[in-house]
């Protein structure tokens, strides 16, 4: 019974991780390909208040 607890307990610890570590990469992955098509944006798209660096800082931070 010390054993099947043991090895249930290495397999949900080693199933979090895993789970985690992906989540991170898909996050960064997500971050990075919206912050390098907002770059990509034509300068007038910048100029309207619903695209200010703050809005822009804020939905990487929250939305992704």
């Not at 985690?20 to 390098?36: D, F, P, Q």
Request: net charge negative; hydrophobic share 50%.
């Amino acid at each position: 019974m010390f054993v099947c607890g043991l090895v249930g307990w290495f397999v949900t610890f080693v199933s979090k991780v895993a789970f985690a570590a992906v989540g991170e990469n898909i996050t960064i992955n997500i971050r990075s390909h919206l912050y390098s098509n907002v770059l990509q944006k034509h300068m007038g798209w910048h100029d309207d208040s619903g695209n200010s660096p703050g809005v822009i800082s804020a939905i990487l931070a929250s939305d992704v």
